[in-house]
Nanobody
């Protein structure tokens, strides 16, 4: 099993920055691909960014490319999402997710991820 706990959400003005963190525990975590998704009321949960734990390859949704950076700290078993130049449309609940062991490819579908955190609210005011 993998347990994920997010932190770092909050309220920020447009143009500002926030960093989200996801602490992971569990025996299989070290080989899992990780991702951030976000969701607003009435909409599907959407892929934001992903990282392959081995090698650190990243991938991003077009809407956040050039503004968000995802990275990992292998020693601390954490991943983070640095969000810069935030826009009101980035307002959402952000979720950390992990794939099961043996699935290294970053994919964009919610159902591809086996483990989820509880979510953290990010609100960007205009």
């Amino acid at each position: 099993q993998v347990q994920l706990v997010e932190s770092g959400g909050g309220l920020v003005q447009a143009g500002g920055s926030l960093r989200l963190s996801c602490a992971a525990s569990g025996r299989t975590f070290i080989t899992n691909t990780m991702a951030w998704f976000r969701q607003t009321p009435g909409k599907e949960r959407e892929f934001v960014a992903g990282i392959r734990w081995t090698g650190g390859t990243t991938d991003y949704a077009d809407s956040v490319k050039g503004r968000f950076i995802m990275f990992r700290d292998m020693a601390k078993n954490t991943v983070a999402l640095q969000m810069n130049s935030l826009k009101p449309e980035d307002t959402a609940v952000y979720y950390c997710a992990a794939k099961g062991e043996g699935y290294p490819i970053i994919t964009y579908a919610r159902q591809d991820y086996a483990y989820w955190g509880q979510g953290t609210q990010v609100t960007v005011s205009s």
